[in-house]
């Protein structure tokens, strides 16, 4: 196995499973295994500025229902390698990392769950691999182009933390995400340790470089950078007309909110939902997890009858 970096004593109540590692395109990618081998895959994936952390509440209650719970953290995330180089960090990269998890771990019939990044860098890798594809629960992200909340476009905070110059100076020297986003944001509140167990992958000097391409990579106008790939993952979704989908909504969350939900039922009119769930924001997997996990296995015990 890769060499990973050592997990703290300190996160292992909270966060207890072991840490697996593969090489992907080059890369070392963690990830969190747990369940029967022969269980339905489900593959738990986060956003920015998160890891395999944020689905904690959601390992053992899949791993009871039987399901096989996967839990990977992006490069440039949790316990990944975190490359210093931006152009490593692009959104088709982070697909075609997934695409290599899939595929190096044979995984058939597996379901999509993703939040934020997760939505488009899970579906993007899914279409990749349709035909082993059996479900997609998507919360509170996006699959289109087109559609900007007054949260992307507001210029505080959001666009000036996309700036060249301001933006490195708020997100790089002040981490004002990698070190306060999930923080900064719970709903049911979150003690010092939690806080702690979200932030401190990225406690290594410029170590947090996704936490700033990410944002540069969201297409809020032609050309952008990241346009032409969620435009080419917007068309396809009609592939995915017979697989079971299920929306789930923090209607509070001003990053994604309802209407991208009510968007996405568009484009996937099949789904189930939008469920929404309130006394929740963006981060809505620490506010409401053991809720919203829940729900999946409800659905994934619907959608494999």
């Known amino acids: 196995m890769p060499d990973l970096r050592t997990k703290p004593t300190w996160i292992e109540p909270l966060f207890p499973w072991e840490q697996r590692a593969l090489v992907v395109n080059g890369r070392t990618m963690a990830y969190i295994d747990e369940g029967p081998r022969n269980g339905r895959p489900v593959l738990l994936l986060s956003g920015n500025p998160t890891w395999a952390f944020l689905y904690r509440d959601f390992i053992e209650p899949l791993a009871a229902a039987g399901y096989r719970a996967i839990a990977p953290d992006w490069i440039g995330a ?123 992958v990225f406690d290594e000097p410029d170590s947090d470089h996704v936490v700033l391409t990410w944002p540069r990579t969201i297409p809020l106008r032609e ?39 009510h968007r996405l039922k568009e484009l996937l009119p099949h789904a189930e939902g939008p469920v929404e769930f309130n006394q929740a924001r963006h981060f809505l997997q620490d506010d409401r997890g053991p809720d919203l996990a829940r729900a999946i296995v409800d659905f994934l015990q619907r959608s494999s009858l």
């Open 78 to 200: 949790g316990y990944s390698d975190h490359p210093r180089v931006d152009a490593a960090l692009t959104l088709a990269h982070h697909i075609a990392d997934l695409v290599s998890l899939i595929d190096q771990l044979d995984l058939r019939g597996f379901v999509i769950i993703g939040q934020d990044w997760g939505g488009p860098q899970g579906v993007g890798a899914a279409l990749q691999r349709v035909e082993k594809l059996s479900a997609v629960a998507l919360m509170n992200t996006w699959l289109f182009t087109g559609m900007v909340s007054k949260f992307h476009a507001s210029p505080r905070p959001w666009t000036t933390w996309h700036a060249p110059l301001i933006g490195q100076f708020f997100m790089k020297r002040h981490k004002v995400l990698s070190r306060h986003g999930p923080s900064a944001t719970t709903v049911r509140g979150m003690s010092e340790t939690e806080a702690r167990g979200y932030h401190h």
């Open 223 to 261: 050309g952008d950078r990241g346009w032409a790939d969620m435009l080419a993952i917007e068309r396809r979704l009609p592939e995915l007309a017979h697989t079971p989908a299920l929306l789930l909504w923090a209607p509070g969350d001003e990053v994604f909110p309802i209407e991208f939900a």
